[in-house]
């Protein structure tokens, strides 16, 4: 073979499924036809596993009706994304009045199709948010309920910070603010 080698997939669905990731193909006498086979498409990742099929091709069969059963009546939901915007929240002593709160990360869940639609959430914040305000600082929460079953929960973080008033930063506040009067 001059130093080459080829490798076959004994799985037929990487060649014939959208969105197969792969997985393995396994038979022995007394186990059978068997397999576990993976797929992704819109962000939802399954695994389907057949045991102990008669035959080649009603191992493929199996897993393709299963995989296909779970495409067609589940989704995965994104609840929140990294960095986007929420609310704003109100800040005691602070150089500003607010601080804008963002989502600290990425969620989701699986969820059936039929019930996509009844996702809520609860926004909790802390109490008392006051300066000073780091960016990234943790001053709430998110918890994301289907049927009210939660499913998900996120923080919110601050998107900017924000100083704590002084009497410096007070007198600069005062200035600025006569200053900008007199215009």
Do not use: H
């Amino acid at each position: 073979m001059n130093g080459k080698s080829e490798l076959t997939n004994t799985n037929k669905l990487v060649r014939t499924y959208q969105g197969c990731t792969g997985l393995k193909t396994g038979s022995t006498s007394l186990a059978l036809y068997n397999l576990s086979a993976s797929a992704t498409r819109n962000d939802l990742s399954l695994i389907a596993v057949v045991l102990k099929g008669p035959t080649s091709e009603i191992r493929f069969s199996e897993a393709k009706k299963l995989l296909d059963y779970g495409f067609a009546n589940f989704s995965y939901t994104k609840t929140s994304t990294a960095g986007d915007f929420l609310q704003t929240a109100d800040v005691q002593k602070g150089t500003t009045q607010n601080v804008n709160l963002v989502y600290q990360s990425d969620s989701g869940a699986l969820v059936k199709n039929s019930e996509n639609g009844n996702i809520t959430s609860e926004v909790t914040l802390n109490e008392n948010i006051s300066a000073p305000i780091a960016v990234g600082d943790v001053l709430g929460n998110v918890n994301f309920y289907l049927n009210d079953e939660q499913i998900a929960s996120v923080n919110l973080v601050a998107e900017n910070s924000v100083d704590k008033i002084t009497v410096m930063n007070l007198f600069g506040m005062i200035t600025e603010f006569w200053a900008n009067l007199f215009r």
